[in-house]
Nanobody, 115 residues
Framework: QVQLVESGGGLVQPGGSLRLSCATS????????MSWYRQAPGKERELVAR???????NYADSVKDRFTISRDNAKNTVYLQMNSLKPEDTAVYYC?????????WGQGTQVTVSS
């Protein structure tokens, strides 16, 4: 059974940091591209960061130089280090695994940036 379980969300003040984790099981993690998406209230889900199987990364312009995606294939886990957080980063953050036509989603974790 495929599982993607996000953790690490919460309430943080502007300028603060959070580290999201997505622990996975039930598929060959190392073969999949892993991504973080987010969805703010009233907005469409958007890609935040992606890391390929070999480890190449790309980021949304809005988070470049602030967020870092990484993966640990030994732990079947993907991370998102978020620094210099802004109120506009407030959203539910979702973990995604993709390989060709296969795609899996986590249940999401809430990140709220507010003073």
């Amino acid at each position: 059974q495929v599982q993607l379980v996000e953790s690490g969300g919460g309430l943080v003040q502007p300028g603060g940091s959070l580290r999201l984790s997505c622990a996975t099981s039930g598929f060959t993690f190392s073969s999949f591209a892993m991504s973080w998406y987010r969805q703010a209230p009233g907005k469409e889900r958007e890609l935040v960061a992606r890391i390929t199987s070999p480890g190449s990364t790309n980021y949304a312009d809005s988070v470049k130089d602030r967020f870092t995606i990484s993966r640990d294939n030994a732990k079947n886990t993907v991370y998102l280090q978020m620094n210099s957080l802004k109120p506009e980063d407030t959203a539910v953050y979702y973990c995604n695994a993709a390989l060709f036509k296969l795609t899996y989603w986590g249940q999401g974790t809430q990140v709220t940036v507010s003073s």
